[in-house]
C-alpha cells in the first residue's frame, strides 16, 4: 500500500502523464497531420521553392518568440501563483495580451520593411521578399494565439490547447495549403493562403477563450505587479533567444552562407523528423511546471525530487524506441518527401543522437524555472546561443550541411549536460539512477531486430512492419528486464485493472 507522500507525489505524477496523455493525443494527431503537411509542400512546390517557405517561416518563428516578450511562459507561473485571486489573474493576463499584441505588430511591421534587404543577404531570390511580408501578418495572429493557448495549459486543461495550437492549426494549414496547390498557386499564394488559415485559428481561439474560461482579461494593478510580471517575462524572452540561437539559428545560416534554397528544404525535413523525438519530453513539460512551481512554493522537495526522477525517466524510456527505428531507417523516412531529400542522411543521424540527449536531459530547464533561477536559465542559453552562432559559421564554412548539424547538436549536448548539473548544484536535485539501463538494453536489441530486417524488406512495408516488430522487441525487453516497483505502484493505484499483470 502506497504511503501519503508516496499518495501525493502519485497524484503529482497523475496531472503530469495526464497533461502528457493529453498531449501525445493531440500532438500525434498533429504530427500525423504536420507529416501530411510536409509531405504535401515538398511535393507540391519541389526542394526549391519548398526551401524559400522553409527559410521564411523559420524567421518568421524566430521573431515571434522575440514578439510576445516572453508572456506565453510567464502566464505559466502567474496563473497557478495567483489561482485564489481572479482579479489579479485578470490584470495579468491583460497585460499579457496587450505586450503579445504590440511587441507582434511591431516586429511584423518591421520584418515587412527590412524583407528586400533580408532577402538580398541570404537566399538572393525575390520570391523570399513576397513570403516574408506575408509571413509579417503570420507573426500577429500566430503570437495571440500561442499566448491564448498558454491560458490552458496554465489551469492544466490541456485538451483546449491541443485542439487549438495543434490540431486545429495543422488542419487548416493543410486545407489551405491543398486549396492553393489545386489551384495553381506557387510559393508566394500557398504561403498567403496558410496565412489565412492563420488568421482563422486565432477566431476560434479567442470564441474558446471567452466561453470555456471565467477570465476577462483587464487593465490595471500596481506598478509592483507590472514590475513583478516582466521581472518573469523578460528574462525568459532572452531564454527563448538563447534557445533559438541554438535550435533554429542553423537554419538561416544554412540561407546566408550557401545560399542555397533547395539545401535550406532538405536541411529542415531532416529537422522536422528529428523534432518528433521531442514529443514524450514536450508532453510531460505541459503540466510539469505549473505543478513544479507549487510543489517548490509549498516547499515539498522531496515529492518534487521523486517527480523530476521518474518523468526524466519515462522521457528517455518513451523517446529510444523511435530514436532507434530512425537511426536505422533513415534514408527511408527521408525518401517518402521525394528522392531530392534522401541526401540528408547525415544531418537525421546526428539530429537524432541531440534528441537523445535533449530527453535525457529531461525537465531540467523547467526545473531551473520554476526554482526561481531564470536567470541561471537566462545565461544559459545566451552563452551556449552565441557559440553555436560561431560553430556553425566554422561547421558550414567546412562541411556544409553536415557541419549546421554537427555544430547544433554538439551545443545541445552540452547545454543539457550544463542544465542537469546546475539543478544538482543549486538545489541538491539529480534525475538519474541505474534504473536507466534497462530501457538502453531494451532500445538497442529493438534497434538490432529492426536493422535485420533490412535485409528481407524494404521501402514502405520495411518502414511499417519494421516500426511494428521493433516496438514488440522493446515492449518485451522492458518487461523481461523488470518493471521498476514505483512505476507498478503508479500504474496500479491510477488503473486498478493492472495489478494482475504487473504483479
Given at each position: 500500500?502506497?504511503?501519503?507522500?508516496?499518495?501525493?507525489?502519485?497524484?503529482?505524477?497523475?496531472?503530469?502523464?495526464?497533461?502528457?496523455?493529453?498531449?501525445?493525443?493531440?500532438?500525434?494527431?498533429?504530427?500525423?497531420?504536420?507529416?501530411?503537411?510536409?509531405?504535401?509542400?515538398?511535393?507540391?512546390?519541389?526542394?526549391?521553392?519548398?526551401?524559400?517557405?522553409?527559410?521564411?517561416?523559420?524567421?518568421?518563428?524566430?521573431?515571434?518568440?522575440?514578439?510576445?516578450?516572453?508572456?506565453?511562459?510567464?502566464?505559466?507561473?502567474?496563473?497557478?501563483?495567483?489561482?485564489?485571486?481572479?482579479?489579479?489573474?485578470?490584470r495579468l493576463l491583460g497585460l499579457a495580451y496587450l505586450t503579445s499584441f504590440g511587441g507582434s505588430l511591431l516586429l511584423g511591421g518591421s520584418l515587412y520593411v527590412f524583407a528586400p534587404t533580408i532577402t538580398e543577404l541570404t537566399l538572393n531570390d525575390p520570391l523570399l521578399a513576397d513570403v516574408l511580408r506575408i509571413f509579417a501578418v503570420f507573426i500577429v495572429f500566430y503570437t495571440l494565439t500561442r499566448t491564448v493557448s498558454s491560458v490552458f495549459q496554465s489551469v492544466e486543461r490541456q485538451a483546449y490547447k491541443m485542439l487549438?495550437?495543434?490540431?486545429?492549426?495543422?488542419?487548416?494549414?493543410?486545407?489551405?495549403?491543398?486549396?492553393?496547390?489545386?489551384?495553381?498557386?506557387?510559393?508566394?499564394?500557398?504561403?498567403?493562403?496558410?496565412?489565412?488559415?492563420?488568421?482563422?485559428?486565432?477566431?476560434?481561439?479567442?470564441?474558446?477563450?471567452?466561453?470555456?474560461?471565467?477570465?476577462?482579461?483587464?487593465?490595471?494593478?500596481?506598478?509592483?505587479?507590472?514590475?513583478?510580471?516582466?521581472?518573469?517575462?523578460?528574462?525568459?524572452?532572452?531564454?527563448?533567444?538563447?534557445?533559438?540561437?541554438?535550435?533554429?539559428?542553423?537554419?538561416?545560416?544554412?540561407?546566408?552562407?550557401?545560399?542555397?534554397?533547395?539545401?535550406?528544404?532538405?536541411?529542415?525535413?531532416?529537422?522536422?523528423?528529428?523534432?518528433?523525438?521531442?514529443?514524450?519530453?514536450?508532453?510531460?513539460?505541459?503540466?510539469?511546471?505549473?505543478?513544479?512551481?507549487?510543489?517548490?512554493?509549498?516547499?515539498?522537495?522531496?515529492?518534487?525530487?521523486?517527480?523530476?526522477?521518474?518523468?526524466?525517466?519515462?522521457?528517455?524510456?518513451?523517446?529510444?524506441?523511435?530514436?532507434?527505428?530512425?537511426?536505422?531507417?533513415?534514408?527511408?523516412?527521408?525518401?517518402?518527401?521525394?528522392?531530392?531529400?534522401?541526401?540528408?542522411?547525415?544531418?537525421?543521424?546526428?539530429?537524432?543522437?541531440?534528441?537523445?540527449?535533449?530527453?535525457?536531459?529531461?525537465?531540467?530547464?523547467?526545473?531551473?524555472?520554476?526554482?526561481?533561477?531564470?536567470?541561471?536559465?537566462?545565461?544559459?542559453?545566451?552563452?551556449?546561443?552565441?557559440?553555436?552562432?560561431?560553430?556553425?559559421?566554422?561547421?558550414?564554412?567546412?562541411?556544409?550541411?553536415?557541419?549546421?548539424?554537427?555544430?547544433?547538436?554538439?551545443?545541445?549536448?552540452?547545454?543539457?549536460?550544463?542544465?542537469?548539473?546546475?539543478?544538482?548544484?543549486?538545489?541538491?536535485?539529480?534525475?538519474?539512477?541505474?534504473?536507466?539501463?534497462?530501457?538502453?538494453?531494451?532500445?538497442?536489441?529493438?534497434?538490432?531486430?529492426?536493422?535485420?530486417?533490412?535485409?528481407?524488406?524494404?521501402?514502405?512495408?520495411?518502414?511499417?512492419?519494421?516500426?511494428?516488430?521493433?516496438?514488440?522487441?522493446?515492449?518485451?525487453?522492458?518487461?523481461?528486464?523488470?518493471?521498476?516497483?514505483?512505476?507498478?505502484?503508479?500504474?496500479?493505484?491510477?488503473?486498478?485493472?493492472?495489478?494482475?499483470?504487473?504483479?
Open positions: 500500500m502506497p504511503s501519503r507522500s508516496d499518495s501525493g507525489l502519485y497524484s503529482s505524477l497523475r496531472s503530469v502523464t495526464r497533461g502528457a496523455s493529453v498531449f501525445a493525443i493531440g500532438t500525434g494527431l498533429s504530427k500525423a497531420l504536420g507529416f501530411v503537411f510536409q509531405v504535401l509542400l515538398t511535393r507540391g512546390l519541389g526542394a526549391e521553392l519548398y526551401g524559400i517557405y522553409t527559410y521564411g517561416f523559420t524567421l518568421a518563428m524566430f521573431v515571434v518568440n522575440f514578439a510576445d516578450l516572453g508572456t506565453s511562459k510567464a502566464i505559466l507561473k502567474f496563473i497557478p501563483q495567483y489561482e485564489d485571486d481572479l482579479l489579479q489573474q485578470n487549438l495550437e495543434n490540431v486545429t492549426t495543422q488542419t487548416l494549414r493543410i486545407l489551405s495549403a491543398g486549396t492553393a496547390l489545386v489551384v495553381g498557386a506557387s510559393v508566394v499564394g500557398v504561403t498567403a493562403a496558410i496565412i489565412v488559415g492563420t488568421v482563422l485559428t486565432f477566431g476560434i481561439a479567442a470564441a474558446v477563450f471567452l466561453s470555456r474560461t471565467s477570465f476577462r482579461p483587464t487593465l490595471g494593478g500596481s506598478r509592483g505587479d507590472v514590475r513583478e510580471f516582466y521581472d518573469v517575462s523578460l528574462p525568459l524572452t532572452f531564454l527563448d533567444a538563447g534557445r533559438l540561437l541554438y535550435r533554429r539559428i542553423d537554419v538561416l545560416m544554412v540561407g546566408f552562407l550557401l545560399s542555397a534554397s533547395s539545401g535550406v528544404g532538405v536541411y529542415n525535413i531532416a529537422t522536422v523528423l528529428a523534432s518528433l523525438l521531442r514529443l514524450p519530453l514536450t508532453g510531460f513539460n505541459q503540466l510539469f511546471p505549473p505543478i513544479a512551481s507549487r510543489l517548490y512554493s509549498n516547499g515539498e522537495i522531496e515529492e518534487l525530487q521523486s517527480m523530476y526522477t521518474m518523468v526524466t525517466r519515462w522521457t528517455f524510456t518513451i523517446s529510444l524506441l523511435p530514436a532507434a527505428a530512425t537511426l536505422v531507417y533513415a534514408e527511408e523516412l527521408l525518401g517518402i518527401f521525394g528522392t531530392a531529400f534522401t541526401t540528408g542522411v547525415t544531418v537525421l543521424l546526428l539530429f537524432v543522437l541531440g534528441e537523445l540527449m535533449n530527453a535525457l536531459a529531461g525537465p531540467s530547464n523547467y526545473m531551473l524555472i520554476m526554482t526561481d533561477h531564470q536567470y541561471v536559465s537566462m545565461v544559459n542559453e545566451w552563452v551556449l546561443g552565441v557559440l553555436n552562432v560561431v560553430l556553425n559559421y566554422l561547421f558550414i564554412s567546412w562541411f556544409g550541411l553536415v557541419g549546421a548539424a554537427l555544430a547544433t547538436v554538439s551545443v545541445l549536448s552540452v547545454i543539457n549536460f550544463v542544465r542537469v548539473v546546475e539543478v544538482w548544484y543549486l538545489e541538491g536535485l539529480v534525475p538519474y539512477s541505474l534504473k536507466f539501463f534497462k530501457p538502453i538494453f531494451a532500445g538497442v536489441g529493438a534497434g538490432a531486430v529492426m536493422f535485420g530486417l533490412k535485409t528481407f524488406l524494404s521501402g514502405y512495408l520495411l518502414l511499417v512492419i519494421g516500426g511494428a516488430v521493433g516496438a514488440l522487441v522493446f515492449a518485451l525487453g522492458l518487461f523481461a528486464l523488470g518493471i521498476e516497483q514505483e512505476d507498478k505502484e503508479f500504474f496500479v493505484e491510477s488503473v486498478p485493472a493492472l495489478e494482475s499483470v504487473l504483479s
